[in-house]
């Protein structure tokens, strides 16, 4: 059983960033795909970013394009999510997760691990 737990998240006028971090209980295999998710208030978990280690590989939502980078210090057992010129809407609960899966993937199914989560807020 893999437990994610994830921190960094606070409060940030619109343009800051912040960097979120996930530390994983055990080492996860390479073949796993790790991501983030958010979700806002009144609306449905949505899939932000993807990394799969075993070629680096990452993708991306449009609406954060150029703005956040998905990586990973391996050795430390750490996923990471640098977020810049934040937006209101980028305002959610964020969550990282890890699943099994033969392609990058932003549903939610099919992951098998999630986090706690850690609370973004964007004020304009």
């Known amino acids: 059983q893999v437990q994610l737990v994830e921190s960094g998240g606070g409060s940030v006028q619109a343009g800051g960033s912040l960097r979120l971090s996930c530390v994983a209980s055990?080492?996860?295999?390479?073949?796993?795909?790790m991501a983030w998710f958010r979700q806002a208030p009144g609306k449905e978990r949505e899939g932000v970013a993807t990394?799969?280690?075993?070629?680096?590989?990452?993708d991306y939502i449009d609406s954060v394009k150029g703005r956040f980078t998905i990586s990973q210090d391996y050795a430390k057992k750490t996923l990471y999510l640098q977020m810049n010129s934040l937006k209101p809407e980028d305002t959610a609960m964020y969550y990282c997760?890890?699943?099994?899966?033969?392609?990058?993937?932003?549903?939610?199914?099919?992951?098998?691990?999630w986090g706690q989560g850690t609370q973004v807020t964007v004020s304009s």
């Open positions: 997760a890890a699943g099994l899966l033969h392609s990058s993937s932003f549903a939610t199914s099919g992951y098998d691990y």
């Open positions: 055990t080492y996860i295999a390479g073949n796993y795909f």
């Open positions: 990394y799969w280690r075993s070629d680096g590989s990452t």
